[in-house]
């Protein structure tokens, strides 16, 4: 595999991964589906070259639940660990992932997301926002979700996960669609700084060590209920320090197309067709869904733009993007979903019928 500095034209999913190993995977299990099973294949090819030393565990359990289970064993002795799913093995895994986040562990899942609900099929969606973003299992916890918009984003974003996942002792979703997932691109796989984090919390299991205990069960209501506030202090510091969007052309743009994900690549093709034209419209992508960017979008709406979501699903950003804006102005919608894409050519017409409405 080449991962050095001369582009590579590589598959999305195929770049997640090599970019996992780049930024020092020790650990990776998961149950293999479709559309996302090139991230284990690859790991798997992977598994025992010289090039990846610190890579020591590759397991392909019997079930999603096993996998989840192996993920927080090996985070609990502070390693990178890292599985990989698509929407309904992720839906498998939240259990576990309630217990990660009251346990404060930190790792890496990817969701490459396929077309539901139920089995749906293999198509893109994005109709896994509200469980990844609102929390799809029991309890109050959050996970830190990152949105790539290209393969190259593929290759960088498990570097910046595992970063946030130690920063603040947090599982971290890296959320794909299955379209992201199949595209090929020429990309360079970036050189990446592997920091060295504080894990005097994780368990050794060696004699003559301090004992660790990391679980999510506490009895005692008060103590519980100490943790609780615990993690929503750290939910605060993360809201405030890690938002992180994309702003493309929206100085003097009266219409903001928001949209996240392999919609953005859409949306940006569009926007620029439109600016071709005439018309003042611009983009912003968010690339942290949670902690979601809803001081800068009511920056926006103070300003006096309209808003237009895109989405991949019937409309779950949407409602982020209509609280941040708070009714200060119109917030308009397009909505696919089943697997289908839409065109910069339908939103052309979706913006049209928008400005006619607003000369009227």
Known sequence: MVTGEKPVYIKGNDAIAIGALKAGLNAYFAYPITPSSEIPETLAREFGSEEWPEF??????????????????AASGGVRAMTATSSPGFSLKQEALSYATAMELPMLIVNIQRAGPGLGNLGPEQGDYNQSTKGGGHGNYRLIVIAPNSV???????????????????????????????????????????????????????????????????????????????????????????????????????????AYGISARIA??????????GLKVGLFRPMTLWPFPENAIRRLADQGKRFLVVELSTGQMLQDVRLAVGGRTQVYFVGIAGGLLPTPRELQKTVDDIMRKVAA
């Open 56 to 73: 020591k565990s590759f397991v392909q359990a019997s079930s999603e639940l096993e996998a989840m289970s192996m993920v927080i064993g």
């Open 152 to 258: 190259q984003e593929m290759a960088s974003f498990p570097a910046w996960g595992f970063d946030l996942a130690f920063t603040y002792r947090n599982p971290v979703l890296i959320l794909g669609d299955a379209f992201a997932g199949q595209l090929k691109e020429d990309i360079v796989f970036p050189k990446v700084d592997r920091k060295q984090y504080d894990t005097n919390w994780a368990t050794t299991g060696s004699k003559g060590t301090q004992r660790h205990i990391l679980s999510s069960l506490e009895l005692d209501y008060s103590k519980l209920n100490a943790h609780i506030q615990h993690l929503e202090a750290k939910y605060d510091s993360i809201t405030k320090k890690e938002v992180k969007f994309e702003e493309h052309l929206l100085n003097d743009a009266e219409l903001v197309i928001v």
């Open 268 to 277: 940006k093709q569009y926007v620029n067709m439109a600016r071709k034209a």
